[in-house]
Structure formats: structure tokens, C-alpha cells
């Protein structure tokens, strides 16, 4: 499991970055149970991220397309449309989804559903002390 979630974290952020600094010190040892990984990830700033990997298996590009609309909290799932890809021509762009497997509902477990009103009551008192509204 800590080989896994080293993976995810790995493809989540560079080596450079100063989140990974001590990352993997906290998840490194015998294998570590998905409860005691969550614990691990407290205050973590791609905590959230990081937890929607683990407890649905998007992809990378997903994770970093999802948007709230896509996000339905009080239905406890995630409508994974598109994803965000980088391409030589076309740049940074959100591209939808090309198989219908791709275009997926996931239904999401307490823990992360907790995770993410916190995060959005987070981000939107961070827009209104920054006079940016809903």
C-alpha cells in the first residue's frame, strides 16, 4: 500500500517541490494501512488531492481537471468528464472524456467527502478575505 500512495504522491508532485520534502519519511516503513495513510497526510498541502487518488483511482489528469460542478457532495460523487493534458501544439487544455468507461460517476466514502467540504469551506473563506466573492 505505501508503494502505491509513494506512486500516486510521486506522479502528484515533482521531486523538487517543497511539499515532498519529508513525504516520504511519513509513509515510508512496514506496509501501512489506508486508515493510518490518511492520518499521515494531515497537514499535508495536497492532502486532498492525494486522497481523492487514493479512494477513486482517477488519473492524474483528472484530478487536475476536476471542478466543483463535477463535484456533487450532498449525492457523495464525483462526474469524472475530462482531463487536463500539456501537448506540444495544443499547450495546457481540458479535453473531455473519450470512452464512455472514461466518462464515469464515482461514488466517494465519508472520509473523503468530510475531506472535501472542508477543503471547499477552505478555499471559499481564501477567495472572500481575497475580495473574489463565491
Do not use: C
Request: charge should be positive; avoid cysteine.
Amino acid at each position: 500500500m505505501a508503494a502505491r500512495a509513494g506512486a500516486v504522491y510521486a506522479a502528484m508532485v515533482d521531486d523538487n517541490d517543497d511539499a515532498a520534502e519529508g513525504f516520504a519519511d511519513r509513509i515510508s516503513g512496514a506496509d501501512i494501512g489506508l486508515p493510518a495513510l490518511v492520518d499521515k497526510l494531515d497537514g499535508f498541502r495536497l492532502r486532498v488531492p492525494a486522497m481523492v487518488a487514493l479512494f477513486t483511482g482517477m488519473r492524474l489528469g483528472e484530478i487536475l481537471a476536476l471542478r466543483w460542478k463535477r463535484v456533487d457532495l450532498e449525492a457523495k460523487e464525483i462526474r469524472v468528464r475530462e482531463a487536463l493534458e500539456q501537448t506540444k501544439t495544443h499547450g495546457t487544455r481540458f479535453k473531455p472524456a473519450k470512452t464512455r468507461a472514461g466518462r464515469r460517476d464515482i461514488t466517494l466514502p465519508d472520509v473523503l467527502i468530510e475531506a472535501l467540504w472542508e477543503h471547499r469551506r477552505a478555499a471559499l473563506e481564501l477567495r472572500m478575505q481575497l475580495g473574489a466573492g463565491r
